[in-house]
């Protein structure tokens, strides 16, 4: 580690918010699925700034059309239109099969609007129609409504008091839904697949039957796909998988590949619960993220690129099968879908964080999630190649 190194970790943790516990790398910059530090080593990414550069680093189209943007035009008020959000709003309305989207600058602040827009709707339906189900171990943000949207207690203690109104089910079990959703339930919010929580997916026939109860309820599903969206299943949307379609769908990490943004998407029916005034923005969907989103919208939402991703995402499970097989008394499921994988640990010899730490060591930058997740959401544009480095360091540190 170099002295420059060792300098910005002093600055950093004496001036940043100690929020974070971060890894003791400078990154610097990156090319594709690799990232470099400040002193030139190499580290092939498969966390992707947490599924977020969905199309690598330094990705030409993205940055010259980001360059060009901000040649013309950075930000204007959303009190007047611009093209690039005009041609973002077109293109996640014709992917999602729904008829309004939104631009925010984060997941949570997505899935905030989604949450208003959803109460404003319910509130026309019956004053007392305010309940919103979540799941255990989902991950929604960090606003206060979202951190409570948050099936995690550990997110919650000392910020109360939290908004009213939320419950939460287990994930994934039909019949807990069932025991809790009633006319007085105003949305049922869940990933499609669990991210944070550890790389959970649903059964089969999990989404329909919550479709069903919805329907039943007269209340709104709202998928969270900010992180299994864009394309990271193998089709833009998670949803797709499962043969149903939400009321609001909530986007962001990947959708502007690096630059912020978020987005929700909601029926015509619920659109017209906002009238103009109910909400807003003073950044969000501004011409340079968009510019950023529509070159992502473009490019992952055709058969080619998503169909690679179906292909590496296979050839990667089965890989990470196979280490299960080499290692099984330290990994005991495979879980995920696409190129959002997860390997449980069991009784490893070293901590979740430590094998993160050991990968980091040989040049292979991985996230462990809930203490005993090793999870995988690589750049989508990965190679089989780039899993065999990621694979054959991972078999040295189980290994070791
Ligand atoms: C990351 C994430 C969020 C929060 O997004 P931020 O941009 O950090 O606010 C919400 N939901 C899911 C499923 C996420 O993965």
């Known amino acids: 580690m170099s002295e420059t190194q060792e300098k910005i970790f002093e600055r950093d943790d004496k001036n940043y918010l100690p929020v974070f516990k971060r890894y003791k790398i400078v ?16 580290y092939v990414d498969f966390l992707a700034g947490i599924a977020v550069n969905v199309l690598g680093h330094n990705y030409a189209p993205l940055v010259e059309a980001i360059t060009n943007q901000a040649k013309k035009l950075i930000h204007v008020s959303n009190l007047y239109y611009t093209e690039p959000q005009a041609n973002a709003a077109a293109k996640l309305v014709e992917l999602s099969g729904l008829d309004r989207a939104f631009f925010a600058n984060s997941g949570a602040e997505a899935n905030e609007g989604a949450i208003k827009i959803a109460r404003k709707f319910a509130k026309k339906i019956s004053e007392d129609k305010t309940q919103i189900i979540t799941a255990w171990d989902s991950f929604h943000g960090r606003t206060l409504a979202t951190l409570t949207a948050t099936g995690q207690p550990k997110y919650h203690k000392g910020f109360e ?20 959703i009633s006319d007085k ?4 919010m869940l990933e499609t697949i669990q991210g944070e929580g550890g790389v959970y997916t649903p059964t089969e026939n ?26 990271r299943t193998g089709k833009f949307f998670a949803y797709e998988n499962y043969g149903i379609k939400p009321d609001i769908v909530t986007l962001a990490k990947g959708l502007a590949g690096g630059v912020p943004i978020g987005a929700f998407v909601v029926t015509e029916k619920v659109a017209q619960a906002f009238h103009a005034g109910d909400h807003g923005t003073t950044f969000g969907g501004n011409p340079l993220a968009c510019a950023a989103a529509n070159v992502v919208l473009d490019t992952i939402p055709n058969e080619k690129f998503l169909s ?18 080499k290692y099984s008394e330290q990994i005991s499921e495979v879980r995920g879908e696409g190129l959002i994988l997860g390997l449980q640990l069991s009784n490893p010899k070293i901590s979740g964080v430590e094998i993160v730490n050991e990968c980091m060591k040989r040049g292979a930058i991985i996230n462990c999630t809930v203490g005993t997740v090793l999870r995988f959401v690589p750049p989508l544009i990965i190679t089989t190649a780039q899993v065999d480095e990621v694979v054959k360091i991972l078999d040295e540190v189980f290994g070791n």
């Open 185 to 188: 339930t105003c949305a049922v």
């Open 161 to 180: 008091p939290l908004p009213a109104a939320f419950d939460y089910v287990k994930y994934n079990d039909i019949a807990d839904l069932e025991s809790k």
């Open 206 to 231: 999990y989404f329909k039957k919550v479709r069903e109860l919805c329907d039943k309820h007269g209340a709104l599903l709202i998928l969270d796909e900010i992180q299994c969206g864009m394309g």
């Open 308 to 325: 690679h991703v179906v292909e590496v995402g296979k050839y990667f499970k089965e890989k990470l099968f196979d280490l299960q097989k």
């Open 27 to 42: 990154l610097e910059r990156g090319e594709g699925p690799y990232v470099y530090d400040i002193d030139g080593k190499k």
